[in-house]
Every structure is written in structure tokens, then in C-alpha cells.
């Protein structure tokens, strides 16, 4: 049974700095690409940003691209999430979420996964 677990959410004020953790079991984790999705109340889920199974190539949705850096410690079986210039509309739960599909890519759309974490909640404040 695959499960993800996020932690490292919580309230920050605007300019600050957060890293989200997820630990991944179930699987063999450097076989899979991983991504990072939040989703705002009222709001679609969306694309944060990704990474392939050895890290070679990461992705970034332009409104956290120079902000956000994702990286991954498949020894840990943990992928990382550091978020810093923290702006209010980062606000949103983030999850994680795993490509069950062996592939040396990275995926940047809901459907690309096959499953995901609870969340944490990211609250920043102005």
C-alpha cells in the first residue's frame, strides 16, 4: 500500500520561509516522478512543481519559479518542498502527490498521479 505523509506546514508572515517534507512508502521511490500540488479555498488544485526519479530535471509553475526549489533524497524516500519570499496567495493546503508509472520524466497535471497525501496547510500572513 503506498502512503504519503506532507509535514512542515504552518503559519509564516509574508518574506518568510517554509520547507514542506514528504515521506513516501509502498514503493520503490527513485523509480517515480514526484510533484507538489496546493489548492486554495474555493480553488482548484494546482501545479506547484515537479521532479524526475533522479532529480535531473525539476519543474516550476511560473508563480513560485525563483521562490520554490523541490528536490528529492531517494535514500529517505522523501521529497522536499523549500518555499522561501513566502507571499500571502501561497496560502493553500499542499500535497504531494507520486507518478505510479516508472518513468525518467517529470509530470505537471493532477491526472499525471496516482496518489497522493493528506496535505499540510501553508498559511502565510501580510
Known amino acids: 500500500q503506498v502512503q504519503l505523509v506532507e509535514s512542515g506546514g504552518g503559519l509564516v508572515q509574508a518574506g518568510g520561509s517554509l520547507r514542506l517534507s514528504c515521506v513516501v512508502s509502498?514503493?520503490?521511490?527513485?523509480?517515480?516522478?514526484m510533484g507538489w500540488f496546493r489548492q486554495a479555498p474555493g480553488k482548484a488544485r494546482e501545479f506547484v512543481s515537479a521532479?524526475?526519479?533522479?532529480?535531473?530535471?525539476?519543474y516550476y509553475a511560473d508563480s513560485v519559479k525563483g521562490r520554490f526549489t523541490i528536490s528529492r533524497d531517494n535514500a529517505k524516500n522523501t521529497v522536499y518542498l523549500q518555499m522561501s519570499s513566502l507571499k500571502p496567495e501561497d496560502t493553500a493546503v499542499y500535497y504531494c502527490?507520486?507518478?505510479?508509472?516508472?518513468?525518467?520524466?517529470?509530470?505537471?497535471?493532477?491526472?499525471?498521479?496516482?496518489?497522493w497525501g493528506q496535505g499540510t496547510q501553508v498559511t502565510v500572513s501580510s
Open positions: 521532479i524526475s526519479r533522479s532529480a535531473s530535471s525539476t
Open positions: 502527490a507520486i507518478r505510479d508509472r516508472p518513468s525518467s520524466y517529470y509530470y505537471t497535471r493532477t491526472e499525471d498521479y496516482d496518489y
Open positions: 509502498g514503493r520503490t521511490f527513485s523509480s517515480y516522478a
